[in-house]
Structures are given as C-alpha cells and as structure tokens.
C-alpha cells in the first residue's frame, strides 16, 4: 500500500512505528516531543511545527529509513492521520 504525500512516496506495509510529534523551541534549541507534553508546555516552549514520523527499520535500531511529513498546523496533521486511518482501515479493517 503506496502513500504519497509532500513529495515522499511511502510503502505502508513495510512500516513499523508511525507516530505524530511536535517540534519545539525552547532555551536556544529544538526538540521533538510528544503532542501532550507540547500542549502541557504550551506557555513554556514554541511549537514550530508538527511532524508525522514513519520509521521503516526494525524496533530498537537506529532509524535510518525514517521519513517525516512536517506540518504548520495541528489539523492538517490530524487530517493526514485520518487519510492514513481511513487506507489502514479499508486494507486490513
């Protein structure tokens, strides 16, 4: 199963995490972090913006096939999670 997205053309099937993500900046430096802890730091930290994270290598070593689709705002995450939720569910449901 083929998603296309951002320019990256993607083989779902071979997935093994797909996880969203915010990027933050704070005290100088960036990092990626879960979605709760952005919206818990919210007065804190700067989202940049937000990531949908595929990592195509084994769990436990390190990610190198990993490809991210990035994202300015909240909804068109969830909007893309929703493509993919909806392709997951029509191919395996």
Partial sequence: ???EAQGLRLNLSEI???YPAAIVEGAGAE?????????LKRD???????VLVF???PPGEV???RRILRFETK???FE??????????KAYG
């Fill in 80 to 89: 893309t999670m929703q493509t993919l939720s909806d392709l997951f569910e």
């Fill in 75 to 77: 909804e068109s995450l």
């Fill in 44 to 50: 804190e930290v700067k989202i940049s913006e937000y």
């Fill in 1 to 3: 199963m083929i998603f």
């Fill in 63 to 65: 990610p190198h096939r």
């Fill in 55 to 57: 990592d195509f290598d």
């Fill in 16 to 18: 093994t995490r797909l």
């Fill in 31 to 39: 990092a990626q972090v879960s979605l709760e802890w952005a919206e």
